[in-house]
C-alpha cells in the first residue's frame, strides 16, 4: 500500500486523537442497564486491626484502581495512636482486590502514627502522592502547636509518599512541614479522598492540587490547599478560605473555574459551604452555604463525570457529589448529580440508608464511577455504579 501524503497524515492524526478523546470522554447511554456492585474491603478485627476508617480512593495511569485507609491498630480514636496506612489495588475497577500492604507504618515505641490519607495522581509523569498527616507522641490535631520546623515534636507533620509504579511500591516520605506550613497555624492535615490535578487548557496547566486543613491562630479550623506547577518538584500554599470550615475537596469545572466543596465547623451550619476559584484554586471568592445539600459536618466528595469531555459537551458540566445527605446525623449515603456545575443539584441516590461516614468516589476506566465509604457496621465498603443506576437526570 503507497505511504498517504504528509497532509493526509496530519488528517489522519488529528481524526486519530479526536476519537481518542471521545473515547476516553464516553458515558454509558442511557439504555445502559442500571449497576451496582459491592463489596467489603476492610471489616473491625481483619488481621487484629481494632478500628479501620478514613477511605481514599484514585485511578494510577496504568487504571489501576487504589484504596487506601488507617489502619487504627488498638483504638478507634484520630492521631495521636498507633495508626498506619494501608493501601490495596485492583486491576478490574473494584471487582477484586489485592491483600493490603503497609503504606506508611507507625513508629513502634515512639508514639508516632500517620492518618488522613490522600491520593493524588499526576496524569503526565504518572506518579501517585499519597498525602498523610505525620503525629509525633502525644500530638492531634486539637492539642498541635504552632511552627514550622522540620524537627518539631510539638506539631502535626504535612507528608506524603509517592509511587513511580502505580501503587506497587513506594518511597519516602517527604515533610512538607517548612514548604506550605506558616509559623503561626498550629494543627494542620491533608483533607483525606483525593487531590485534583488541572487540565491542560487552562492557564494552570497541570497545576497538582491537594485540599488541607489547618487550625489558626485564631484557633478557628480554615481550609487552604497546597498546589505544585512542576509535577510536585515544590510545593506551595494557597491563601485560606476562612474560618469555621473543615474538611473539603475541590473539582475543576468546565471553564477552569475550581470549585471548593467544604464541610462546616460551625455548629449553626448543617449545609455544604462553596467557594470559587478564577485562578487555578489558589485564592477564593466567599464561601456560602448550598441548602441543597444538607451536611451533619462530614466529610464528602466532589467529582467531574466527564472530565475529558470538550467543553461544548453537555457532560463536561456534569458533576457527582457524595455526603451522609442528613443535617445532623451521619447517615444516609447519597450520591447526587449535576448538570451544571454545580448550581443545581437533583435528589441524588442513596447508596447506604443507614449510619455512615467519610466517603469518596473515583470515576474508572470504562466509564462507570467508584465510592469508597465508613459504613454503620465500622466496615470500609466499595461499590462501583453507573450513571443508569443513578437515574441519569442529564440530557446529553
Request: charged share 25%.
Amino acid at each position: 500500500m503507497p505511504r498517504p501524503r504528509a497532509h493526509l497524515r496530519r488528517a489522519f492524526a488529528v481524526l486519530l486523537a479526536g476519537t481518542l478523546a471521545t473515547a476516553c470522554s464516553a458515558l454509558p447511554g442511557r439504555d445502559a442497564a442500571p449497576l451496582f456492585e459491592r463489596v467489603t474491603l476492610a471489616k473491625p478485627g481483619d488481621n487484629g486491626v481494632h478500628t479501620y476508617r478514613i477511605p481514599a480512593l484514585a485511578v494510577a495511569k496504568d487504571g489501576t484502581l487504589l484504596a487506601s485507609y488507617d489502619a487504627r491498630l488498638d483504638a478507634a480514636h484520630d492521631l495521636p495512636g498507633k495508626i498506619d496506612i494501608l493501601l490495596r489495588r485492583s486491576r478490574d475497577d473494584g471487582r477484586t482486590w489485592s491483600a493490603p500492604q503497609t503504606v506508611v507504618r507507625h513508629t513502634e515505641g515512639a508514639g508516632a502514627g500517620a492518618g488522613d490519607s490522600s491520593l493524588l495522581v499526576d496524569r503526565d509523569t504518572g506518579r501517585v502522592f499519597l498525602f498523610h498527616a505525620w503525629a509525633p507522641r502525644g500530638v492531634g490535631f486539637p492539642n498541635a502547636q504552632a511552627g514550622n520546623a522540620v524537627d518539631s515534636t510539638t506539631t502535626l507533620h504535612p507528608r506524603y509518599v509517592w509511587s513511580d509504579d502505580d501503587g506497587a511500591t513506594w518511597q519516602g516520605p517527604r515533610d512538607l512541614i517548612a514548604a506550605i506550613k506558616r509559623p503561626d497555624w498550629k494543627g494542620m492535615f491533608a483533607t483525606s479522598g483525593h487531590g485534583i490535578q488541572l487540565f491542560d487548557d487552562h492557564s494552570a496547566r497541570g497545576r497538582l492540587i491537594q485540599p488541607y486543613v489547618f487550625r489558626g491562630s485564631d484557633n478557628l479550623v480554615h481550609a487552604v490547599n497546597a498546589y505544585s506547577g512542576d509535577h510536585g518538584t515544590s510545593w506551595h500554599i494557597g491563601a485560606p478560605l476562612g474560618g469555621r470550615l473543615d474538611e473539603n475537596k475541590v473539582v475543576e469545572l468546565a471553564d477552569g473555574t475550581v470549585m471548593q466543596n467544604s464541610r462546616s465547623s460551625d455548629p449553626k451550619v448543617h449545609a455544604r459551604m462553596v467557594a470559587l476559584s478564577r485562578d487555578g484554586g489558589i485564592h477564593f471568592g466567599p464561601t456560602e452555604p448550598d441548602p441543597q445539600l444538607p451536611d451533619p459536618h462530614n466529610n464528602g466528595d466532589l467529582i467531574r463525570v466527564a472530565p475529558l469531555a470538550a467543553t461544548d459537551r453537555p457532560e463536561s458540566h456534569w458533576l457527582l457529589f457524595s455526603n451522609t445527605a442528613d443535617p445532623t446525623e451521619r447517615r444516609t449515603l447519597t450520591v447526587r448529580m449535576s448538570c451544571d456545575d454545580g448550581r443545581d443539584w437533583n435528589a441524588g441516590r442513596v447508596v447506604d440508608p443507614g449510619d455512615a461516614m467519610y466517603s469518596v468516589m473515583a470515576r474508572l476506566p470504562d466509564g462507570s464511577f467508584g465510592i469508597f465509604w465508613e459504613d454503620g457496621d465500622g466496615n470500609l465498603s466499595y461499590a462501583r455504579f453507573n450513571l443508569a443506576w443513578l437515574g441519569h437526570p442529564c440530557r446529553s
